[in-house]
């Protein structure tokens, strides 16, 4: 079982250079999130999907856009990375969004090096 | 917003129970509280969650007292692999904060 995969695991970057990380979850929930966790820190909502076509702003949300492809897919774009985003980027999926909507399942994490 | 508050880190020895407390100010009425586990280099992993009273699974206790304002994770007999850091948001917030660092030591 795949749950939520994320790509790349790992990628360095210049200041200014702009990517985008993948998540895909097979489990057909509604719900994705992207986290952040600096070194030694907990995590940090970035934004979430509570469902497809929907997207909204978390904790952190400055420097970041998001694109819900589609049901399964939601990635989480650097337009011009800063070394203040160096960090691990989770994605997470949830059956549905608030009370009652179920667990998390978490990918992996992408490690992003900004210099 | 819910607020969490959670102490930052917790030692322990092999074989003891553990308890780690949280506080959860303005929860919602209809919202859940939940417990995660996360080792190094690894993605949080759910472990319990529970509304009021009690919840036991095969890993954990949950106490929830009725005002509902705090949440106590229960871990029996704690061996050196339960070393994680340890968080309890809610669903309606999702929000994780610092969580507690548990070091088990032999």
């Known amino acids: 079982n795949a749950g939520v995969t994320q790509t790349p695991k790992f990628q360095v970057l210049k200041t200014g250079q702009s990517m985008t990380l993948q998540c895909a979850q097979d489990?057909?929930?509604?719900?994705m999130y992207w986290y952040r966790q600096d070194p030694g820190m907990g995590l940090r909502l970035i934004y979430y999907?509570?469902?497809?076509?929907?997207?909204d702003k978390g904790e952190v949300p400055n420097g970041y856009n998001v694109s819900r492809l589609n049901k399964r897919e939601f990635s989480l774009r650097l337009e011009s990375a800063a070394p203040s985003q160096t960090s691990v980027y989770f994605c997470?999926?949830?059956?549905?969004?608030?009370?009652?909507?179920?667990?998390?399942?978490f990918g992996e994490g992408s490690r992003l090096t900004v210099l | 917003l819910a607020k969490t508050t959670q102490p930052i880190s917790m030692d322990s020895y092999e074989g003891q129970e553990v308890n780690i407390t949280c506080s959860h100010n303005?929860?919602?009425?209809?919202?859940?509280i939940t417990w995660y586990q996360q080792f190094p280099s690894q993605g949080p992993r759910f472990i319990i969650q529970?509304?009021?009273t009690k919840v036991t699974n095969e890993v954990a206790s949950l106490f929830i007292p009725a005002d509902r304002k705090s949440s106590t994770l229960s871990l029996p007999r704690v061996s050196l692999s339960d070393t994680a850091v340890y968080y309890c948001?809610?669903?309606?917030?999702?929000?994780f904060g610092a969580g507690t660092r548990l070091t088990v030591k032999p």
């Open positions: 997470a999926s949830s059956y549905s969004q608030g009370a009652g909507g179920g667990e998390l399942f």
């Open positions: 489990m057909n929930h509604n719900s």
């Open positions: 999907s509570a469902s497809e076509g929907t997207t």
């Open positions: 303005n929860i919602a009425t209809n919202d859940y």
């Open positions: 529970g509304y009021k």
């Open positions: 948001p809610s669903y309606n917030d999702m929000r």
